[in-house]
């Protein structure tokens, strides 16, 4: 069976890096992690998305992918606070109707 929750030790084992480097991302919240007591816990699944998104980031300027991929993860970060797409698009336009 597949591992779906993962340490330190394994992601930077799984990246290619050392535990200290690890730290230090998951610390700057460059890396998506869970923080569980005093423990730093890491998704398989989030750590997958990442590396997708950041080599479809580094593949090159295509405005496109890099707009569908804003999108998206704005629509995971709002879903995970209750809010819809159409609610974060309105508080946009609220925010820009204010500053103009």
């Known amino acids: 069976m597949a591992k779906v929750m993962m340490d330190v030790k394994e992601v930077a084992e799984y990246l290619g890096f050392s535990p200290v480097k690890i730290y230090r991302m998951a610390r700057a919240r460059k890396i998506p992690v869970l923080r569980i007591e005093r423990q730093w816990r890491f998704r398989k699944e989030n750590i997958d998305r990442w590396l997708e998104e950041k080599s479809t980031l580094t593949e090159g300027n295509n405005f496109k992918k890099r707009f569908d991929l804003l999108r998206e993860r704005t629509r995971r970060k709002a879903e995970d606070v209750?809010?819809?797409?159409?609610?974060?698009?309105?508080?946009?336009?609220?925010?820009?109707?204010?500053?103009?």
């Open 82 to 100: 209750g809010f819809t797409l159409s609610d974060v698009q309105r508080l946009i336009d609220e925010v820009r109707r204010e500053s103009a």
